[in-house]
C-alpha cells in the first residue's frame, strides 16, 4: 500500500481544535494543492476566505445576525461561539464560470475536490480539519456578509488547527453497500 493510500484510509475529521492554526506557509502549500483539484477547461471555479482572530468574533455575529428570529440569548450565544471552536476556518466558496462545455455543476463539484484537497493538505501537514455545512453555508445573511456573488455558495466552512484529542475511530461502510459491478 503507498503511504497515500495509507494516509487516506486513516483519514478522520477531527472537532476537537486548538492553537496553533496552520502558519502562512504551511497554508499557501495546502491552497497550492487545493489548486491541483480536476478542473475542466481550467476554470478554477472556487475561491477561499481565511478567518481567524479578530475575524471570528466577527464570522460569529454574522451567524447571530443570520439567527435574528431567535430573541433567545442564551441560543445566539451558543451561536456566536461555534466558529471558535477552532483557530481558523477556512470558507470554501464554490465560484461558477459560464462556459459552453462545462456545466455549472461539473465546476461545483471541482470546487469541493479543492476543498477536499486543502483538507488533507492540511492534515498531511499535522494539523486537525472539520469540514462543516450546516444552515449557516446557505443562509442568504451570512452569503451576503462574506460578500458572495449570486452565482456563488458556500461549500463549506474548514475548521483547522492543532489537535486537542482525537475522537474515537468512525466505523466505515462494507463496500457492498456503496459499490456494485455494471451490467449485473
Known amino acids: 500500500m503507498s503511504s497515500v493510500t495509507d494516509f487516506l484510509l486513516n483519514r ?5 481544535l486548538e492553537v496553533p492554526a496552520p502558519d502562512v506557509s504551511t497554508l499557501d502549500q495546502a491552497f497550492e494543492c487545493a489548486a491541483r483539484a480536476p478542473d475542466h477547461a481550467l476554470l478554477r471555479p472556487w475561491r477561499y476566505l481565511v478567518v481567524e482572530g479578530e475575524g471570528l468574533k466577527a464570522l460569529g455575529e454574522l451567524f447571530v445576525a443570520a439567527h435574528c428570529d431567535s430573541g433567545e ?27 459552453h462545455k462545462v456545466p455549472e455543476v461539473e465546476q461545483i463539484l471541482s470546487a469541493g475536490a479543492s476543498m477536499s484537497f486543502l483538507g488533507l493538505a492540511l492534515q498531511d501537514a499535522g494539523y486537525g480539519v472539520m469540514w462543516r455545512t450546516g444552515k449557516m453555508a446557505y443562509h442568504p445573511v451570512v452569503r451576503e456578509g462574506l460578500g458572495l456573488d449570486k452565482e456563488e455558495s458556500i461549500i463549506g466552512f474548514l475548521y483547522t488547527g492543532t489537535v486537542s484529542s482525537s475522537k474515537p475511530a468512525v466505523p466505515r461502510p462494507a463496500l457492498a453497500e456503496f459499490v456494485a459491478r455494471w451490467p449485473v
Request: proline share 9%.
Open 12 to 16: 478522520a475529521s477531527e472537532p476537537r
Open 73 to 99: 440569548e442564551k441560543k445566539l450565544e451558543k451561536v456566536r461561539k461555534k466558529v471558535l471552536r477552532a483557530p481558523m476556518i477556512v470558507v470554501g466558496i464554490a465560484s461558477p464560470k459560464k462556459h
